[in-house]
């Protein structure tokens, strides 16, 4: 990276790890043979490809024949919602869902329900937390399928997966969790949260882009969502991503072995960071649950200032952070998920959000607590809409 740079942007992805990197590696050019293949080249790639199923496996508290490898947390959970929906069209057409999904979820849902599928999308609070009885009320008898997402990827809420998965084992529903944000920063057994599917991806702990993979319960019935080959025991076709799935396999044996240490490290510098730009800036909010929430997510509405043009004159000084998603940024509608916790348009608009990482220090957070406060009074000095906004209206 640019030295000097600071980089505080990790939900939206992470430097890949050099132990990573060096794992990869000898897979691009040393081992590079196709592991359908029954030469002993083919046969040492395939070799390194389960060595990072059973590592994706222990990081989910899974067995290594229900992790399936996919391009990423997008066709994870396209494949989770569609290929449930497909195979359980006999029972009924009816999912559940929350209205602060990633659009990898939401898009899928509206694409389902232009061709007769029905959904219904439960509602969070303030804080973004979903109440599991709102799941449970909206249960039917044709209800096929529950998707709700383990951790919100804007204001880092984490949501009661392991209650609401009781209620859909209770009432015999597939339950799919798109996990992208919390595996490999909190635990994600699967067991414990219940689930019969869950979705992540590699470049959000510290792997290599373009790869992740989706956790299916034994059992499970799901449409195979690749057609092909044989590959992923006959449910996802394509000849495989070999260094990119060990990269994962790497990146979740780091995961294992640093996470704890990481998530408690990451909280308290999130806590500075969070309690410094209260105290150092007016008219400000923090947003998300208070102790529900991802180590290192810090997420700020602002009052009368655009999210865009503090995270330009954030990124003047060096320092990267989020006016939002990475997969809306550039959208001039605001946050769908701000509007679904009920604040104001125009005060989702003045939104940012720092993501912590791994290699994040306590210096780097002394720097944006002496560039950002006077940023904001620069802002607020240009800005026509300062004190017209609903800011106060919205902290009642």
């Not at 991806?201 to 373009?210: A, D, I, N, R, W």
């Not at 940012?352 to 002394?366: A, K, M, Q, Y």
Request: glycine residues 10%; contains cysteine; charged residues 25%.
């Amino acid at each position: 990276m640019k030295k000097g740079l600071i980089y505080l942007d990790h939900a939206a992805t992470t430097p890949m790890d050099v132990s990573v990197h060096r794992e990869m590696g000898q897979y691009c050019c040393l081992f590079f043979g196709n592991p359908a293949t029954l030469y002993s080249l083919g046969r040492r790639s395939n070799e390194g490809v389960e060595k990072a199923r059973a590592e994706v496996a222990t990081l989910l508290g899974s067995s290594p024949d229900e992790v399936y490898f996919t391009s990423g947390g997008t066709e994870s959970d396209n494949w989770a919602i569609q290929g449930t929906a497909f195979s359980h069209m006999e029972k009924g057409k009816h999912i559940i869902t929350s209205t602060i999904e990633h659009h990898a979820v939401l898009d899928t849902c509206k694409f389902l329900e232009k061709i007769g599928f029905e959904v219904t999308y439960v509602p969070v609070d303030a804080r973004a937390l979903i109440d599991p009885d709102d799941v449970r009320r909206a249960i039917r008898k044709d209800t096929i399928l529950i998707s709700i997402m383990h951790a919100n990827n804007e204001v880092g809420t984490v949501e009661p997966i392991a209650e609401i998965g009781k209620i859909a084992r209770k009432a015999g529903v597939p339950f799919h969790t798109d996990a992208v944000q919390t595996v490999g920063k909190i635990p994600a057994k699967v067991d414990e949260l219940g689930v019969d599917m869950l979705s992540l991806s590699g470049h959000k702990f510290y792997g290599p882009k373009g790869v992740g993979a989706m956790y299916i319960r034994k059992g499970t019935r799901i449409q195979r969502f690749m057609h092909g080959g044989g590959q992923e025991h006959n449910k996802r076709a394509g000849t495989h991503n070999v260094q990119g799935i060990v990269g994962v396999g790497a990146a979740a044996k780091l995961a294992v072995e640093h996470m704890s240490e990481d998530a408690e490290r990451l909280r308290k510098l999130a806590t500075k960071l969070n309690d410094g730009l209260l105290s150092s800036i007016p008219d400000i909010r923090s947003n998300g649950h208070p102790e529900n929430k991802l180590p290192g997510m810090v997420h700020v509405c602002l009052e009368g200032i655009e999210g865009e043009a503090m995270l330009l004159c954030l990124d003047a000084e060096d320092i990267c952070v989020s006016s939002g998603s990475a997969c809306t940024t550039g959208s001039l509608d605001p946050s769908h998920v701000l509007l679904a916790m009920g604040m104001p348009a125009e005060v989702a608009h003045g939104s940012i959000r720092f993501s912590l990482g791994r290699h994040n220090t306590e210096e780097e957070i002394d720097r944006v607590l002496e560039v950002f406060p006077p940023i904001v009074r620069k802002l607020r000095a240009m800005s026509p809409t300062y004190h017209k906004t609903n800011l106060q209206t919205f902290r009642k």
